[in-house]
């Protein structure tokens, strides 16, 4: 059996990191947040990245 790495949407991705769509997009941009997984037209991230996210602002937390 495979252990598989969920993709979620922004929608999805946002709320696990406290923030709103827009909000979202813009940690993106600014590069806080991975770019996404392109599938076609569509973007996902890999559940494991965005609590790499949260794992790295906790590591910045504690470095301060």
Known sequence: MT????????KEAAPLLG?????????????????????????????SEILQVIEQAKANRNAA
């Open 19 to 47: 923030l709103s769509d827009s909000s979202f997009w813009r940690r993106v941009s600014d590069g806080t947040i991975p770019k996404p997984i392109k599938l076609g037209a569509l973007s996902r991230w890999p559940h």
């Open 3 to 10: 252990n598989t790495d969920p993709l979620l949407t922004a």
